[in-house]
């Protein structure tokens, strides 16, 4: 290390593995509308509903489900992430070379 430089810094910080919540309820919305189709059109329809209006109502429905439901799920994964966090201690590291790019 040479005698311009500072001494590295150390600092205390929280380290965890949380999960992104956009992910879980885009996959509860496409779960529910697989369960939609297969609810509208599994069963033997009636004649007095369009079976495509069936799904559109049943897709609002179990997609809205779905995505909240994902969302519970996150929710109850990013809790159990705060129990599993670790306290690390770490280091600056001063760059060995500086930079020679400018900055705009």
């Known amino acids: 290390m040479s005698s311009n430089q500072p001494p ?9 593995r949380a999960p992104k ?3 879980f309820l885009v996959l ?3 779960v529910g509308f697989a369960a939609a189709a297969i609810a509208a059109f599994g069963v033997p329809a009636d004649e007095d509903f ?3 209006a069936v799904f ?4 609002i429905t179990f997609g809205a489900a779905g995505a ?3 969302a ?3 929710l109850i994964l990013d809790r159990r ?3 599993r966090q670790q306290r690390v201690v770490v280091e600056s590291v001063p760059d060995s070379e500086p930079d020679t790019d400018p900055q705009p």
Request: a positive charge; zero cysteines; hydrophobic letters at 50%.
């Open 81 to 83: 992430s705060v129990r």
């Open 21 to 23: 919540f956009v992910p």
């Open 50 to 52: 369009d079976p495509g």
């Open 56 to 59: 559109g109502f049943l897709m």
């Open 28 to 30: 509860g919305a496409l």
């Open 68 to 70: 909240v439901l994902g």
């Open 8 to 16: 590295a810094e150390r600092r205390e910080v929280t380290v965890r």
């Open 72 to 74: 519970v799920l996150a």
